[in-house]
């Protein structure tokens, strides 16, 4: 099914009534917005294997795929309900008045209130929990912000089966018209027209770094600037520590040929690049890797144009001076099919060519030797931000190798020792965001009830009645929410 692109009216009509809808919605409880979220995740349930079987069909991933990603979105949706009705995210601080002190001090309550209509763009990789009723959907909602959602063109029907849920819940839960609205357009015009809009004030985004870039420039040659969260390009480098090596360089390849074919390598957490020092261990851990990734069938990505995109980056960096290809699938790859490649090059090579820094978006990594361990921090310094960063390392490694520590916590958001990088756990300690070009503002995160505090900004009231404070201020703290007081947390 095809949906034609909304026009520049229509938008501009709905953004308008997500303008009008914010005044009404903003003033809604944390109790309200919570039951809001919840409501969704059940209409969300409603929809039953119907929607399993147009996701299915749009984007070809497979139905237990599916299943849990769609079980993911539904528990995104509850757990931020239950943080945005805890109330900790608006990060109240109360410091009292102190009149007999020269000068006096004035009483002063700072808390986080909704920033207004936030548009956000649906991802392709992920159909349910990136997208309609994704992430930056959910805690745009917690934090008391209208969405405007487009949809993403590889599956728009299923974005259009999700968005109908959202308006159920939204009328069964006596909600403004304008509190949700769905968008469909494939030209970048109407990406524009939501981005530059005078009335959208945050943007989030998951994608590529040539669209998530697009859409921060966009909003910043804006007469008022606003924020865009985008998550871009991450190669997730992983550094093979030499006296892990020693023991487990055929064990660590084989789980990480896992990791590198994990849904066709369609993870904005692959990892895309793996360093280690030229000798034996390495040489143990590519021809591992080599084997295992021989074995692994090239898998239907998820649309054609993330296929062809796929296939281009990869053929350019394997053309480049100095890049040789290890191993690919022994299986001949069917019509839009990813085959699984394994590539290497020396430290050299690497630190000399800026193009195999960057991503390619599916099942492929590049293997770097380094001739020391010099080099490999000379590689690690010269990488751009990441959304993770891995060491495979013993303890005594991390000891030894301090400054190498060092120079990849400065690069990534999530620090993985002894792990993969795919996977992403939604809990309130999960931090998936990075330095840039990983995203827009490595301060947050786009995967956890931390999330809210994207669409919020601060406000200090000074000298209100108690009365006239909202309630999240209060003295009595009628929500019972934590507050610290006078630089203490209490309740």
Sequence with gaps: MTYTDHTTEEINDAMQQAWKAFHVYR????????????????????????????????????????????????FQLTSYADACEKGDWLEARIDTAIPDKAPPKPDIRKMLVPLGPVVVFGAANFPFAYSTAGGDTATALAAGCPVIVKAHPAHAQTSELVAAAILKAAKDCVLPEGVFTHIHGASFEVGKALVTHQHTKAVGFTGSFTGGKQLFDWANQRKEPIPVFAEMSSINPVFLLP??????????????????????????????????????????????????????APGTMLHPGIFKNYRKKKDEALKQAGVELVAYSD????????????????????????????EVFGPYSLIIGCKD???????????????????????????????????????????????????????????????????????????????????????????????????ELKNENPLGIWRTVNGELSR
């Excluded at 040929?257 to 143990?284: D, H, M, R, W, Y």
Aim: aromatic share 4%.
């Design 331 to 358: 299986a001949k790859p069917a019509l839009n099919q990813g085959s699984p490649t394994i590539a290497a090059a020396t430290g050299k090579t690497f630190l000399n060519n800026p193009l195999l820094h960057q």
């Design 373 to 471: 361990m010099k080099e490999m921090l000379q590689v690690a310094i010269a990488l751009e931000g990441q959304l993770t960063a891995t060491l495979m390392a013993t303890e005594n490694d991390l000891r030894i190798h301090d400054n190498l520590v060092e120079a990849v916590k400065n690069i990534c958001g999530r620090f993985i020792l002894n792990s993969v990088p795919t996977g992403v756990e939604v809990c309130l300690s999960m931090q998936h965001g990075g330095p840039f070009p990983a995203t827009t503002d490595s301060r947050f995160t786009s995967v956890g009830a931390d999330g809210m505090k994207r669409f919020a900004r601060p406000i200090a009231f000074q000298n209100w009645s108690n009365e006239l404070l909202p309630d």
């Design 27 to 74: 003033k809604c409880s944390l109790k309200q917005r919570a039951g809001f979220l919840r409501a969704i995740a059940k209409e969300i349930e409603n929809l039953g294997d119907e929607l399993l079987k147009v996701a299915g069909e749009e984007t070809n991933l497979p139905e237990a795929r599916l299943r849990g990603e769609r079980a993911r979105t539904m």
């Design 243 to 296: 006296e892990k090596m020693k023991t487990a360089a055929a064990e660590t390849a084989a789980m990480y040929a896992g990791s590198i074919t994990l849904g066709v390598g369609q993870f904005c957490t692959n990892p895309g690049l793996i360093i280690g020092l030229e000798g034996k261990e390495l040489e143990t851990f590519r021809t591992t890797l080599g084997t295992e990734i021989s074995k692994i």
